[in-house]
């Protein structure tokens, strides 16, 4: 990961505004480095262990759309801030089966999908509410082991498949990049991602778009805009440093967001 001075905490509505400014500014330098538009790029504040009240501040100062790993944690805060119309919940971390009965309920977006198993009962929970869901497969472009996500050389196959759930909307792929302060390591895990999704564009089934690419975080979302990126996930550089409670746990490479 790119090396970056400690985030400022974010407490009130002034303080989000100043770091979403600064986040905001980081991307358009990053997307007219390489000739992109900023407006292709999609912030996404992921709000894991930032209590209700201070993503009041966070919302008041212009999110829209919130990130969780974890979906009970969501869930949670869906219903506390239920109040505020137009909020969309997005959740990017791995999802056993037995809680997308959760994800069906409230969320908007699922960023993690990564097995048939899992989009069958996402889709029959959906069917249930009838509702419809917005979801990215996860691809692991690291190769480490303590990552979720198909391997690359079995996206075409899984991507194949996905039309027989009509609850599930393919809008593209996501990846974590190695967990490694070497630049090129990461950056590698990014053009990985481009690069599949553009051979899986030709030949993609009816209904799979493959439009979005959900890649970079706090530390290297700079890299990740550089090498095609249509959403940025930042938590860190947004809320401020967390201070997490022994009890919470996020596997290794997903807590710089």
Excluded at 86 to 108: D, E, P, Y
Excluded at 186 to 213: I, Y
Excluded at 214 to 222: A, H, N, Q, R, Y
Excluded at 248 to 253: K, V
Aim: negative net charge; proline residues 5%; charged residues 25%.
């Amino acid at each position: 990961m790119t090396e970056h001075p400690p985030y400022p905490t974010a407490n009130s509505t002034a303080d989000f505004r100043r770091n979403l400014a600064t986040v905001q500014d980081r991307m358009a330098a990053a997307a007219n480095r390489v000739g992109r538009s900023p407006g292709a790029v999609r912030l996404l504040p992921v709000s894991k262990t930032v209590d209700s009240s201070r993503l009041r501040h966070a919302i008041a100062a212009g999110c829209t759309e919130l990130g969780e790993n974890k979906v009970q944690e969501a869930l949670r805060k869906s219903v506390e801030l239920a109040d505020i119309p137009g909020l969309r919940w997005h959740v990017i971390g791995h999802l056993q089966s037995n809680k997308a009965k959760f994800v069906a309920q409230f969320a908007h977006e699922f960023q993690a999908l990564d097995r048939l198993s899992l989009a069958r009962t996402l889709n029959n929970r959906l069917e249930a509410a009838d509702r419809t869901l917005d979801v990215m497969v996860q691809i692991n472009t690291s190769g480490e082991d303590s990552k979720f996500g198909l391997p690359p050389q079995e996206a075409d196959a899984f991507i194949r498949e996905l039309p027989a759930f009509e609850r599930l909307r393919v809008r593209g792929l996501m990846t974590l990049a190695a967990n490694s302060p070497e630049q090129d390591r990461v950056r590698a895990c990014f053009e990985s991602l481009h690069s599949l999704r553009g051979r899986l564009r030709e030949n993609a089934p009816s209904g799979v778009e493959l439009s979005e690419l959900s890649m970079g975080m706090s530390g290297d979302f700079e890299l990740a805009i550089e090498e095609g990126a249509t959403v940025v996930r930042v938590g860190q550089a947004i809320f401020g440093p967390r201070a997490l409670p022994d009890s919470y746990y996020w596997p290794e490479g997903e807590e710089n967001s």
